[in-house]
């Protein structure tokens, strides 16, 4: 449940603007929360253009309960990183490969992607940790600040390795991956401005695996979602949804669920709220998110972030889902 429990809610995206953010010119492995929207640093060593950017974050986070704090401040580091270096072919052809690293103070944890990948003039082909990449192509925007909303994405997730491929046909943006095991994820996006307004609209489905929170048991997932989003001027807004089917050591188990928010931009400021809920096999799971970013000079910001979930299902002795905590998080942020 990686994406339902971080260990610091404060991992969110501080975006720059709250238009549809442009692609990266190369490959991202980058699908932690803590992402930069500052454009990378590129330099070329002979013939290969390498581009690096990253993110340093100091967080201080506490747990409310009954509407007050309860035990000590948590405070910490974190810093990630990622360097793509990719040239060109006689062809014409671009290759090359991306590496993302993080470390998380408070664990002593150092994680890591790599994927190398081929753009050719049919889409992008690429293979390593690529599990992330249709998600991160038709996801709802993560929320501002340090808002993050909990279970707005299928229980159900990849393995780490495997290969994915990516193309553009006009509007329409469409994405798959195939891990290791044989499970896969498919998506498309289309957007397009009209009048004054931007829209776009993205589906997925996805067979994946999903391990209960207790780790007794190994769930095969089948899902399906949608999402649908408008902009316009410094405002946007979205909704998802979404159906999965989870089954296996006895259980079978329909989950629904809706999330929803909005974001919206003044001067150098920025917020967000979001909400959710959904019902896993009738049990009721829930989340909100309010996050608040403040510019203060290029790639440095002040962040606030107020998220709560809640969802406890059981069945037949294991625990499917256990999540129950209310947070809030403020700390400054530097991306370069």
Not at 226 to 250: I, K, T, W
Not at 262 to 268: A, P
Request: glycine share 14%; net charge negative.
């Amino acid at each position: 449940m990686a994406d339902f429990s971080t260990k610091y809610l404060s991992l969110a995206l501080v975006p720059a603007c709250l238009c549809f953010p442009a692609k990266l010119h190369a490959q991202s492995v980058n699908y932690d929360t803590l992402s930069s929207l500052e454009e990378p640093l590129a330099f070329e060593v002979a013939d290969v253009t390498v581009e690096v950017n990253g993110i340093l974050d100091a967080p201080v986070s506490l747990e409310i309960e009954d509407g007050v704090h309860f035990g000590d401040a948590d405070v910490s580091f974190i810093g990630n990183f990622e360097v793509t270096a990719s040239t060109q072919l006689g062809n014409r052809w671009n290759v090359g490969v991306a590496y993302f690293g993080q470390y998380a103070e408070n664990a002593n944890e150092y994680s890591d992607n790599v994927a190398g990948f081929i753009r050719t003039s049919w889409g992008t082909f690429a293979g390593g940790n690529v599990s992330g990449m249709v998600r991160e192509s038709t996801r709802r925007r993560r929320g501002v600040g340090n808002g993050v909303l909990a279970f707005d994405n299928f229980y159900g997730q990849l393995d780490r390795w495997g290969g994915g491929y990516q193309g553009r046909f006009g509007p329409v943006i469409v994405s798959g991956v195939v891990d290791e095991n044989g499970d896969f994820d498919i998506g498309a996006e289309y957007q397009r401005p009209i009048g004054t307004k931007d829209y776009r609209f993205s589906t997925r489905f996805a067979k994946s695996r999903y391990t209960t929170a207790d780790g007794l048991a190994v769930l095969d997932s089948k899902a399906v979602g949608l999402v649908g989003e408008l902009v316009y001027g410094s405002s946007l807004f979205d909704l998802g949804g979404g159906y999965e089917r989870l089954q296996g050591a006895g259980l079978d188990l329909d989950r629904w669920y809706i999330s929803g928010g909005g974001q919206h931009k003044v001067g150098s400021l920025s917020f967000s709220a979001e909400g959710h809920y959904g019902e896993l096999d009738g049990s009721e799971e829930v989340a909100a998110a309010f996050g608040l970013s403040y510019d203060i000079a290029r790639g440095l910001s002040t962040n606030l972030g107020l998220n709560a979930r809640r969802a406890e299902v059981a069945r037949n002795g294991i625990e499917v889902v256990d999540e129950d905590e209310t947070s809030a998080t403020a700390s400054v942020r530097y991306s370069f």
